[in-house]
Protein backbone atom coordinates (compact mmCIF):
# COMPACT_ATOMS: atom_id res chain seq x y z
CA UNK A 1 0.00 0.00 0.00
CA UNK A 2 1.47 3.44 -0.87
CA UNK A 3 0.02 6.72 1.18
CA UNK A 4 0.43 10.01 -0.30
CA UNK A 5 -0.28 12.74 2.40
CA UNK A 6 -1.67 16.02 1.53
CA UNK A 7 -2.66 19.23 2.87
CA UNK A 8 -0.10 20.79 5.28
CA UNK A 9 0.60 24.11 5.39
CA UNK A 10 1.10 27.66 7.52
CA UNK A 11 -1.50 28.54 9.64
CA UNK A 12 -2.23 30.79 12.54
CA UNK A 13 -3.30 29.65 16.05
CA UNK A 14 -6.48 29.26 16.33
CA UNK A 15 -7.53 28.35 12.83
CA UNK A 16 -8.14 25.07 10.88
CA UNK A 17 -6.55 22.75 8.17
CA UNK A 18 -7.84 19.45 6.76
CA UNK A 19 -4.98 16.85 5.68
CA UNK A 20 -5.77 13.91 3.62
CA UNK A 21 -4.19 10.62 2.79
CA UNK A 22 -4.36 8.99 -0.37
CA UNK A 23 -4.15 5.36 -0.60
CA UNK A 24 -2.96 2.67 -3.69
CA UNK A 25 -2.29 -0.56 -4.44
CA UNK A 26 -5.14 -1.43 -0.96
CA UNK A 27 -8.31 -0.64 0.06
CA UNK A 28 -8.12 1.66 3.28
CA UNK A 29 -11.44 0.04 4.66
CA UNK A 30 -9.35 -3.22 5.09
CA UNK A 31 -6.83 -1.76 7.72
CA UNK A 32 -6.43 0.20 10.53
CA UNK A 33 -5.39 4.16 9.75
CA UNK A 34 -3.88 6.67 11.89
CA UNK A 35 -2.36 9.77 11.78
CA UNK A 36 0.78 10.99 14.07
CA UNK A 37 3.42 13.37 14.38
CA UNK A 38 6.54 14.25 14.86
CA UNK A 39 8.29 17.71 16.00
CA UNK A 40 11.79 18.75 15.63
CA UNK A 41 14.05 16.84 18.20
CA UNK A 42 11.09 14.87 19.44
CA UNK A 43 9.73 11.11 19.03
CA UNK A 44 7.10 10.48 16.56
CA UNK A 45 3.94 10.76 18.88
CA UNK A 46 0.27 9.34 17.85
CA UNK A 47 -2.61 12.01 17.06
CA UNK A 48 -5.47 9.66 15.96
CA UNK A 49 -6.56 6.55 14.57
CA UNK A 50 -9.53 4.57 13.10
CA UNK A 51 -9.98 0.34 14.31
CA UNK A 52 -10.87 -1.22 10.93
CA UNK A 53 -12.56 -3.70 13.97
CA UNK A 54 -15.89 -2.29 15.56
CA UNK A 55 -14.78 1.08 13.53
CA UNK A 56 -13.93 2.69 16.80
CA UNK A 57 -11.68 6.04 16.76
CA UNK A 58 -9.02 7.22 19.10
CA UNK A 59 -7.39 10.55 19.90
CA UNK A 60 -4.36 11.73 21.83
CA UNK A 61 -5.58 13.48 25.01
CA UNK A 62 -4.11 16.61 23.46
CA UNK A 63 -5.86 16.51 20.29
CA UNK A 64 -9.47 15.29 21.62
CA UNK A 65 -11.81 18.05 20.77
CA UNK A 66 -10.43 19.77 18.31
CA UNK A 67 -9.01 17.06 15.78
CA UNK A 68 -11.14 14.12 13.84
CA UNK A 69 -9.96 11.21 11.38
CA UNK A 70 -12.42 9.88 9.21
CA UNK A 71 -12.51 7.62 5.51
CA UNK A 72 -13.96 8.23 2.50
CA UNK A 73 -14.22 4.86 1.17
CA UNK A 74 -15.38 5.70 -2.03
CA UNK A 75 -12.17 7.96 -2.73
CA UNK A 76 -9.51 5.20 -0.77
CA UNK A 77 -8.42 8.18 1.88
CA UNK A 78 -8.51 9.21 5.39
CA UNK A 79 -8.85 12.42 6.90
CA UNK A 80 -7.71 14.29 9.48
CA UNK A 81 -9.45 17.73 10.29
CA UNK A 82 -8.17 19.98 12.50
CA UNK A 83 -9.87 22.92 14.05
CA UNK A 84 -8.65 25.03 16.92
CA UNK A 85 -5.01 24.50 16.25
CA UNK A 86 -2.13 25.74 18.69
CA UNK A 87 0.90 26.09 18.00
CA UNK A 88 2.58 23.26 19.70
CA UNK A 89 0.48 21.09 16.95
CA UNK A 90 3.45 22.52 14.53
CA UNK A 91 4.84 18.92 13.00
CA UNK A 92 5.45 17.13 10.22
CA UNK A 93 2.57 14.39 10.08
CA UNK A 94 1.93 11.31 8.72
CA UNK A 95 -0.55 8.89 7.75
CA UNK A 96 -0.25 5.10 8.22
CA UNK A 97 -2.15 2.07 8.16
CA UNK A 98 -1.84 -1.36 8.96
CA UNK A 99 -3.43 -4.78 9.89
CA UNK A 100 -2.49 -4.89 13.54
CA UNK A 101 -4.98 -7.04 15.36
CA UNK A 102 -3.29 -5.94 18.89
CA UNK A 103 -5.56 -3.21 20.44
CA UNK A 104 -2.51 -2.04 22.38
CA UNK A 105 -0.47 -1.28 19.03
CA UNK A 106 -3.75 1.41 18.31
CA UNK A 107 -1.55 4.10 19.46
CA UNK A 108 2.03 2.85 18.51
CA UNK A 109 3.80 2.92 15.58
CA UNK A 110 4.97 -0.39 15.39
CA UNK A 111 1.10 -1.26 14.63
CA UNK A 112 1.30 0.00 11.22
CA UNK A 113 3.18 -1.07 8.34
CA UNK A 114 2.86 1.50 5.46
CA UNK A 115 3.71 5.12 6.18
CA UNK A 116 3.15 8.14 4.30
CA UNK A 117 5.92 10.35 3.23
CA UNK A 118 4.60 13.31 6.03
CA UNK A 119 3.29 16.90 5.22
CA UNK A 120 4.52 20.04 7.25
CA UNK A 121 2.05 21.92 9.67
CA UNK A 122 3.27 25.02 11.19
CA UNK A 123 0.96 27.08 13.77
CA UNK A 124 2.06 30.66 14.28
CA UNK A 125 0.84 32.94 17.42
Known amino acids: VQLQASGGGSVQAGGSLRLSCAASGGTVSRYNVAWFRQAPGKEREFVAA????????YYADSVKGRFTISRDNAKNTVALQMNSLKPEDTAVYYC???????????????????WGQGTQVTVSS
Open 96 to 114: ACGASTILSQTRSPRGYHY
Open 50 to 57: WRRSGGYT
